[in-house]
């Protein structure tokens, strides 16, 4: 399991998590304020992903 917190959005820009889980479909769960809200998620690779969201936020992601 990867845990990444107080991750900071941009509108509309990529951000990269890179998890060296070695998974190819991770669960991918994205909090704000501790509820889980829903922003795109595009996997790079086994060992990466970027989330996007359409709105500026600050988000907590756990990956497994």
Same mark, same amino acid.
């Given at each position: 399991? &990867?845990?990444?917190?107080? %991750?900071? !959005?941009?509108?509309?820009?990529? &951000?990269? %998590?890179?998890? *060296? !889980?070695?998974? !190819?479909?991770? =669960?991918?769960?994205? &909090?704000? *304020? *501790?509820?889980? %809200?829903?922003?795109? =998620?595009? $996997?790079?690779?086994? *060992? @990466? !992903?970027?989330?996007?969201?359409?709105?500026? =936020?600050?988000?907590? @992601?756990? $990956?497994s």
């Amino acid at each position: 399991k &990867y845990e990444e917190t107080s %991750i900071s !959005l941009v509108a509309d820009t990529p &951000y990269t %998590i890179t998890h *060296n !889980l070695g998974v !190819l479909v991770p =669960i991918v769960m994205v &909090y704000e *304020n *501790n509820s889980r %809200i829903d922003v795109d =998620i595009d $996997i790079s690779s086994t *060992n @990466a !992903l970027t989330l996007t969201s359409g709105t500026s =936020i600050v988000v907590d @992601a756990a $990956i497994s």
